[in-house]
């Protein structure tokens, strides 16, 4: 069995900076373990732009019946987003954690109260694109330039391993929001590169 050489740390694929490990990692969401838990765990919301702010509260009369009393008492008193104090745009949140478009499904399954609505048609906005496209996540550096990494989180444990058990690397599980983000064309410039090092020894 020949030996993986050694692969650079950070690559460029159309102008966009990434670690490495997004080609290496294996992942893969393993929903009835984790109960989507990543929509509770943390000290901030998820990450949004202004224009996602935008179609947020278009969608808001339509899963405001979804939402418990204190999200929707957070969302009266500061809105579906805040600035944190790393200065980012984020979902708002309710008591420091949960974010305010949580909902609950059987078994306590957490579920994303746009995503849900958006999948029965009842609006056009789906959920942030930091939430479609964790566990990477978006950095954006001066003069115009992104980052992407993979964020370790304990949480994602069971993702880890699932993922591990498919043989299922990172970038291809997110391949439907990595194109939603970035467009198709770069994502088959990533796919070409990763075959590349592959072919090289690399991967």
Not at 82 to 94: E, H, P, W
Not at 126 to 151: D, M, W
Request: aromatic share 10%; proline share 3%; net charge negative.
């Amino acid at each position: 069995m020949v030996a993986k050489r050694c692969l650079p740390p950070i690559f460029e694929v159309g102008g966009v900076l990434l670690s490495s490990d997004i080609l290496t990692e294996r992942f893969c969401c393993d929903y009835e373990k984790c109960k989507g838990i990543c929509c509770v765990e943390g000290d901030a919301g998820a990450p949004v732009t202004v224009d996602e702010i935008g179609g947020i509260e278009d969608a808001l009369d339509v899963v405001w019946g979804d939402l418990c009393a204190s999200a929707q008492s957070v969302i009266d008193r500061q809105g579906v987003a805040y600035t944190d104090r790393d200065g980012d745009l984020v979902t708002s949140i309710v008591g420091g954690r949960d974010c305010v478009f949580t909902c609950y499904g059987e078994g306590g399954t957490c579920l994303c109260a746009l995503e849900k609505a958006y999948h029965a048609g009842r609006c056009s906005f789906c959920k942030p694109v930091s939430c479609a496209l964790y566990p990477i996540r978006e950095k954006q550096f001066g003069g115009g330039l992104t980052g992407l990494n993979y964020h370790r989180w304990k949480i994602c444990e069971d993702a880890v391993k699932k993922g591990r058990e498919l043989d299922l690397p990172l970038y291809k599980f997110l391949k439907e929001p990595l194109i939603r983000r970035f467009g198709e064309a770069w994502y088959l410039e990533l796919c070409e590169l990763a075959d590349e090092l592959r072919l090289q020894g690399y991967l």
